[in-house]
């Protein structure tokens, strides 16, 4: 016999979109863009469940965009999910690691904005995404897409290591401004993204 509440019911009723409690679902900020260079997310598992995350938020937004989960790919899976017909483009920073014994990536080439990309995007902390590269010897072969001059993070739920960390979406969004030549296309999924953060922001307010 269930004797759970309606109010207990519907906290534990998951949205099958955005894959969070119905009350505190985030399908509101959803906000539908079609993007030229495609998308690929590769998530860490611990982020699946962070409330704080936004790559799922920037998955359902962006029409052309896949997110899959884990920290180590088979290869060859991941060189099906970095199939040919694009040029793959790792957005990481493009100086040397030399902590993991990377040497330093191939440069972006403008000329390759002729051609159909796909940005290939790692969401997780710093230092799990950092594992992630190292555990994937086949990421370490893109050439990368660093991100410079953005605005400051809008990210105020997360606390950030250096100044200029910005979350998933953040990058991601300045990152396609940049290789489709548009720098206001992406701005409605910002201001999306500035009602997500307020939302969870709330959250933090009543509970404390």
């Known amino acids: 016999m269930n ?13 099958a979109a955005c894959l969070r409690p119905q009350q505190t679902c985030i399908c509101r900020w ?4 079609p993007n030229q260079v495609q998308v690929l997310i590769l998530q860490h598992p611990m982020e699946v469940n962070n409330a704080k995350g936004s790559a799922r938020l920037l998955h359902l937004s962006l029409s052309n965009s896949r997110l899959e989960v884990g920290e180590t790919f088979e290869p060859a899976q991941l060189q099906a999910m970095l199939s040919p017909e694009r040029r ?8 040397e690691d030399a902590s993991l014994g990377l040497a330093k990536p191939q440069p972006f080439d403008p000329a390759w904005l002729e051609q159909p990309l796909r940005l290939v995007v790692l969401d997780g902390t710093w230092r799990k995404s950092r594992k ?16 410079r001059d953005t605005p400051p993070s809008h990210y105020l739920i997360r606390k950030a290591h ?9 990058a991601t969004v300045y990152a396609l401004a940049q290789l489709e030549n548009d ?7 910002i201001d999306a993204f500035d009602g997500f953060v307020a939302q969870q922001a709330s959250y933090v307010t009543k509970s404390a």
């Open 3 to 15: 004797t759970a509440s309606p109010e207990q019911s519907a906290r534990r009723a998951v949205c």
């Open 132 to 147: 992630m590269l190292y555990l994937n010897p086949l990421l370490q072969t893109l050439p990368r897409l660093p991100l």
């Open 183 to 189: 720098i206001n296309k992406f701005n409605p999924l």
């Open 30 to 33: 959803v906000t539908a863009l």
């Open 88 to 95: 793959n483009v790792l957005l990481y920073p493009d100086t």
């Open 162 to 170: 250096l100044p200029d960390q910005l979350s998933t979406l953040e």
